[in-house]
């Protein structure tokens, strides 16, 4: 059996929308082999579909189907470390998953780049993909069928507070409730952060975070989505984080934090701070 091993990620990081994207140190884990029938099953007590509407077994075939491969069936045993529906690139996860352990089964027949742009292709946006596949901090552009990225890594002066919600939020519906249009003054608002986000994180220059993740494409609608995200990004800002966003489509909020503090004592204060402001079930994670 093949085994793979695809990170969480955090995608637009507050004004990056559908460009921007990391990858955490949390983890799907696949292991995968040919057989006869289509056997899928989960290796912990997370519920998966195991019949052929399971992602990561229709993602595999279809690489099968795209290198001209007779394809019969699939062994599948799936261990979820990334929660679903939270805004952490679950859905990524399984797409990657699938097209990794196919083309790993196949023999390697595609490029990483190649799988980069059918995943894309799969997802309709590569900001969780693009992490998910090549790690790091990841800006990308689909343009013309292929995905245009480039991976850099995260200051190590710098790990993720993720907090995350005791409800899911489907990412179709959190894209149908924006704005089809913005005006000139908030695509520079969003550019220029965007810009300057990539380029802090990058370099550890944490002052302009707090501005960098400011966004008026997506958050300020999400907003009414998502109850106890503003006591969130309060109860982060409080412990001192240098930056709040929504994690994708949400509703997980991550806050930028710190590297030299200490990951249990953090997620602890940072679950009392959500505690005390009337927020509870939430799940805290300290995650570089
Ligand atoms: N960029 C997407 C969105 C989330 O905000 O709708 C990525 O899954």
């Given at each position: 059996m093949i085994k793979i091993k695809v990170p969480a990620t955090s995608a637009n990081l507050g004004p990056g929308f559908d460009a921007l994207g990391l990858a955490l140190t949390l983890y799907n884990e696949v292991w995968m082999e040919e057989c006869d029938t289509v056997d899928i099953a989960a290796v912990d007590d997370t519920v998966i579909p195991?019949?052929?509407?399971n992602m990561i077994f229709q993602n595999a075939r279809h690489l099968y189907e795209l290198c001209g491969r007779p394809f019969c069936g699939l062994k599948v045993r799936q261990k979820n470390g990334i929660p679903m529906t939270r805004g952490l690139g679950s859905s990524s996860a399984c797409i990657v998953a699938g097209l990794l352990g196919a083309n790993a089964l196949l023999g390697e027949p595609m490029e990483r780049q190649e799988l980069l742009s059918i995943a894309a292709h799969m997802e309709g946006h590569p900001d969780n993909i693009a992490p998910a596949i090549l790690g790091g901090l990841v800006t990308s552009v689909m343009e013309g069928g292929q995905v245009y990225s480039v991976s850099v890594p995260v200051s190590d002066q710098i790990q993720f507070a993720v907090m995350i919600p005791p409800f899911e939020i489907k990412t179709e519906f959190a894209r149908g409730i924006l704005p089809g249009s913005l005006s000139r003054a908030d695509a520079v608002f969003n550019l220029s952060r965007a810009a300057l986000m990539t380029a802090a994180l990058f370099s550890g220059r944490m002052e302009n975070l707090k501005v960098a993740v400011q966004d008026r494409i997506h958050q300020p609608y999400r907003l009414g989505l998502i109850p106890g995200m503003r006591e969130a990004f309060d109860a982060a800002y409080d412990l001192g984080a240098y930056g709040v966003y929504l994690s994708g489509a949400g509703p997980t909020i991550v806050g930028v934090i710190d590297a030299r503090e200490s990951k249990e004592d953090f997620a602890c204060k940072l679950s009392s701070g959500l505690e005390q402001r009337g927020i509870k079930g939430w799940k805290v994670l300290v995650l570089d």
């Open positions: 195991t019949g052929t509407d």
